[in-house]
């Protein structure tokens, strides 16, 4: 770059420039340099360095000697003395423009910049570089207080959540809950009518089978007397014993009547357990019988009992010891008779569905007659002390595992095809003995052992 070029791009400029050469003359100036050192522009030509500036001479070949040989910018300090008399100390920042070559010297920018104006943009720099990080932190606070916020916010969020939906599920299953329990009062409501309207008629035919066996023994009895006073009967007569083979009407009619006889009282029998199963005629707490509400039930299921063309007939062992009346909500109870009972049955069909019979479960059962290969189930009643009692409902089915016996009395949980099962029977009962009666419901059960529920409840709950 020729001094003159230098000085076409050094005009535009507003920063103090010079041009020297590797020896330290200088070759141009810009009009910035000579405001700040009060010279004119004439003055600072075909004028060394060393003329303007205090330090020594050596010090100022050395400067520019690294300035020529330096790729980067190299910073430097020089004290001019102004036309004033005053001295000016400048930061210098020097970088070689054209490389020094045996055809011609090094040029060399220097560019020059008041300390003292320097040192107060230094400061105002730091001010500002200081409110910057200020700022900064300010917003690295607000960033975390926010994001904070945010974690609090979303931890709020998710609790409220949780917590709505346990509240859902718990209205779910009260709603449950009360289907059920409208449904079972609907079915106790049904059984009582149905019973009440088989009684009636029931009642009127075993009263009446009594007296028309009476009236049929005293016609019979009249028909022989007529047979040993009259032997010449007429022919027409004759005729008609032969016909309806009177002699075998008297044997069979005594047998007829002794059959209905069973048949009503069986019927008298079924209505009953209808009637102590609905227990809608009874206080909703009172004593009753133990035994007579686990009957009630398994006449309930003794459809499910009997043999089928699919199933084989199942067999109830009862083994029951002398019991006190237990004070209960009995319909209640019953209910949880009902919903082990039929788990039981389900546990024999699928066994036999899948064409085996599991082992017996030893705390189950010692009794060789219930171990035998066949459907069974084991009902056994036992007084653990004067408090209280204990209700064993055990099977010979497949058995539970460990992963399904954990969640049986959850609600919802069921291990039954869809439609066959709403995973309440067991959760409703464990309330109802735990919750209601104040007492226990476990179960017992190893895969390919059977199953064993154990009921124990107070004598008497209040």
């Known amino acids: 770059m020729t001094p003159e070029q230098f000085l076409e791009l050094a005009r535009v400029l507003p920063e103090p420039l010079l041009l020297v050469s590797g020896e330290g003359q200088l070759l141009a100036t810009n009009q910035p340099v000579t405001d700040m ?5 004439q003055e600072l030509r075909e004028i060394m360095l060393f003329e303007l500036v205090s330090e020594p001479v050596n010090d100022i070949v050395k400067y520019l000697q690294a300035c ?6 190299v910073i430097g300090s020089l004290t001019f003395r102004k036309n004033d008399g005053q001295t000016l100390i400048c930061r210098s920042q020097g970088a070689v423009i054209q490389p020094w070559s045996p055809e011609s010297s090094a040029l060399i920018l220097l560019r020059l910049e008041n300390r003292n104006l320097a040192s107060s943009n230094f400061v105002l720099l730091n001010e500002k570089i ?3 990080g200020k700022e900064v932190q300010r917003r690295k606070q607000a960033e975390e207080a926010l994001w904070k916020a945010n974690q609090e916010l979303e931890i709020r969020v998710e609790e409220r959540t949780t917590a709505l939906q346990e509240t859902l599920n718990e209205l779910q299953l009260t709603q449950t809950q009360l289907i059920q329990a409208e449904k079972m009062s609907s079915l106790g409501q049904m059984v009582a009518g149905i019973a009440h309207e088989i009684n009636n008629p029931v009642s009127f035919i075993y009263g009446n089978l009594h007296h028309a066996h009476k009236y049929t023994q005293d016609l019979l009895t009249l028909v022989q007397i007529y047979q040993q ?17 009177l002699d075998f009407l008297i044997q069979d009619i005594t047998k007829l009547f002794q059959s209905m006889k ?52 199942i ?32 546990s024999l069909e699928a066994s036999a569905n899948n064409g085996q019979r599991s082992a017996i479960n030893p705390q189950t059962t010692d009794n060789q007659e219930f171990a035998e290969n066949n459907p069974k189930i084991q009902i056994k009643t036992e007084l653990i002390d004067q408090n209280w009692i204990e209700v064993t409902i055990a099977d010979n089915g497949l058995g ?31 309330q109802i003995i735990v919750e209601k009666h104040n007492g226990q419901l476990s179960c017992f059960s190893v895969p390919g052992k059977g199953a064993e529920f154990v009921i124990k409840i107070p004598i008497n709950s209040v």
């Open 315 to 346: 067999k109830v062992i009862k083994k029951y010891s002398q019991l006190p009346n237990v004070t209960c909500y009995p319909g209640e109870l019953n209910q949880v008779f009902i919903n082990i009972l039929a788990n039981a049955i389900d």
């Open 37 to 41: 050192l009060g010279l004119r522009r």
């Open 400 to 430: 539970i595992n460990e992963q399904v016996r954990s969640k049986l009395f959850d609600p919802f949980f069921t291990t039954k095809a869809v439609g066959k099962g709403t995973g309440l029977g067991l959760y409703i009962s464990y």
């Open 229 to 245: 006073l009259c032997p010449n009967i007429p022919p027409e007569i004759q005729d008609k014993v032969e016909e309806i083979d």
């Open 130 to 132: 200081d409110e910057l």
């Open 262 to 313: 069973v048949g009503t009282e069986r019927i008298q029998e079924i209505v009953k357990s209808l009637r102590n199963f609905s227990r809608l005629d009874e206080a909703e707490f009172k004593q009753v019988n133990i035994h007579e509400g686990i009957d009630s039930s398994l006449m309930i299921l003794e459809h499910r009992l009997q043999t089928r063309h699919e199933y084989p007939e």
């Open 68 to 73: 020529s040989s330096s790729r980067a910018m």
